[in-house]
């Protein structure tokens, strides 16, 4: 296959270098182009609020005499990991779907599968009930709250594609959406919500802002073009600044998170290291490098790693010390 072919089958700003194309059949490259299986980073963003919730819940002190206990929390995080994936690709193909005459408008978007026909809108759907099967598969193993609660979150997802044509916010609907899973994972291990969980979900957001603006920075000439809006350009030239109060935002309310659940050190310093990881991206952000836009924001997934190492290992020391003593 030449390499114009390969180029033909490709988007333009996903990594030539992925998975997708080194071991997928090349019928289902369009496919997965869709689900942006070939930019995990998506996902990872989508499912880092779930597992920092779902580690929140497990370094509750006495929560193993609830029943949910290490075990569980491993077999929630394999869920939620399913079930982010799935639901992450469902969200980006029906988002194609709405976006496609705006998309080939845009030079880094027009490759994409829709307007670039090499999918049709009829495909695309069933490609969206096939991957929102799997994602009620995954909500079905929960209790009947968190069923509840999930089915909830699908109203921003059908939102937020619009939400470029009517606010300069469209970042703040994508953290309503992207951040539901800070309270999917306590209700997972409870059956129900507190008041911590709700404080994470509103530091997820804040946290989404802030990520979502440095990628949008990528497009803003095109978004000019186009009639679309973002907090790029919104915020301008005083994107920095905007920054330092969204990623202290954040940090300040999953702060308060943390003391609502009773989370032991480790969960402190995961979050002062997430903290020095934000202020890096700050320090470092170019408005006017794209490329350099483009990595800041996928760091973005390292910060949520490092978040939920610290609460992990809270909810290992949690386990520990709920043990029996050995005479």
Same mark, same amino acid.
Request: glycine share 8%; charged share 10%; hydrophobic share 55%.
């Given at each position: 296959?030449?390499?114009?072919? $390969?180029?033909?089958?490709?988007?333009?700003?996903?990594?030539?270098? &992925?998975?997708?194309?080194?071991?997928?059949?090349?019928?289902?490259?369009?496919?997965?182009?869709?689900?942006?299986?070939?930019?995990?980073?998506?996902?990872?963003?989508?499912?880092?609020?779930?597992?920092?919730?779902?580690?929140?819940?497990? &370094?509750?002190?006495?929560?193993?005499?609830?029943?949910?206990? +290490?075990?569980?929390?491993?077999?929630?995080?394999?869920?939620?990991?399913?079930?982010?994936?799935?639901?992450?690709?469902?969200?980006?193909?029906?988002?194609?779907?709405?976006?496609?005459?705006?998309?080939?408008?845009?030079?880094?978007?027009?490759?994409?599968?829709?307007?670039?026909?090499?999918?049709?809108?009829?495909?695309?759907?069933?490609?969206?009930?096939?991957?929102?099967?799997?994602?009620?598969?995954?909500?079905?193993?929960?209790? *009947?709250?968190? +069923?509840?609660?999930?089915?909830?979150?699908?109203?921003?997802?059908?939102?937020?594609?619009?939400?470029?044509?009517?606010?300069?916010?469209?970042?703040?609907?994508?953290? =309503?959406?992207?951040?539901?899973? %800070?309270?999917?994972?306590?209700?997972?291990?409870?059956?129900?919500?507190?008041?911590?969980?709700?404080?994470?979900?509103?530091?997820?957001?804040?946290?989404?802002?802030?990520?979502?603006?440095?990628?949008?920075?990528?497009?803003?000439?095109?978004?000019? *073009?186009?009639?679309?809006?973002?907090?790029? =350009?919104?915020?301008?030239?005083?994107?920095?600044?905007? $920054?330092?109060?969204?990623?202290?935002? %954040?940090?300040?309310?999953?702060? *308060?998170?943390?003391?609502?659940?009773?989370?032991?050190?480790?969960?402190? $310093?995961?979050?002062?290291?997430?903290?020095?990881?934000?202020?890096?991206?700050?320090?470092?952000?170019?408005?006017?490098?794209?490329?350099?836009?483009?990595?800041?924001?996928?760091? &973005?997934?390292?910060?949520?790693?490092? =978040?939920?190492?610290?609460?992990?290992?809270? %909810?290992?020391? &949690? %386990?520990?010390?709920?043990?029996?003593?050995?005479?």
């Amino acid at each position: 296959m030449s390499q114009t072919d $390969l180029s033909d089958a490709r988007v333009a700003d996903a990594p030539s270098r &992925n998975f997708v194309y080194r071991t997928l059949p090349r019928w289902l490259w369009p496919y997965a182009q869709l689900a942006r299986w070939d930019r995990p980073i998506g996902w990872q963003l989508l499912l880092w609020p779930c597992l920092w919730s779902a580690a929140l819940a497990a &370094n509750v002190p006495g929560v193993a005499e609830t029943g949910y206990g +290490i075990g569980a929390f491993v077999w929630h995080s394999i869920l939620f990991t399913i079930g982010a994936i799935a639901m992450r690709g469902a969200g980006c193909t029906y988002n194609d779907l709405v976006d496609q005459r705006i998309d080939d408008q845009v030079a880094r978007t027009r490759s994409r599968p829709l307007p670039s026909g090499r999918v049709s809108r009829n495909q695309a759907k069933i490609f969206i009930a096939a991957q929102a099967l799997v994602g009620l598969l995954v909500l079905l193993q929960f209790n *009947l709250f968190a +069923i509840l609660l999930g089915f909830a979150s699908l109203a921003f997802v059908a939102i937020y594609p619009f939400a470029k044509r009517f606010t300069d916010w469209p970042q703040f609907f994508l953290g =309503l959406a992207f951040s539901w899973g %800070a309270l999917m994972g306590w209700a997972a291990a409870f059956g129900g919500l507190a008041l911590a969980p709700v404080v994470l979900y509103a530091g997820a957001i804040l946290w989404t802002i802030g990520y979502d603006t440095i990628y949008a920075h990528q497009d803003k000439e095109d978004d000019v *073009l186009v009639g679309v809006r973002s907090t790029a =350009l919104l915020f301008g030239t005083n994107t920095r600044q905007w $920054l330092i109060g969204m990623f202290t935002g %954040a940090v300040v309310l999953i702060a *308060l998170a943390l003391a609502l659940a009773g989370a032991s050190l480790w969960a402190y $310093l995961g979050l002062a290291a997430a903290a020095a990881h934000f202020a890096y991206q700050v320090h470092r952000l170019n408005i006017d490098d794209a490329d350099q836009c483009l990595a800041l924001f996928k760091s &973005n997934s390292q910060a949520g790693l490092i =978040l939920f190492i610290g609460l992990t290992l809270g %909810a290992l020391a &949690n %386990a520990i010390t709920a043990l029996p003593p050995v005479y």
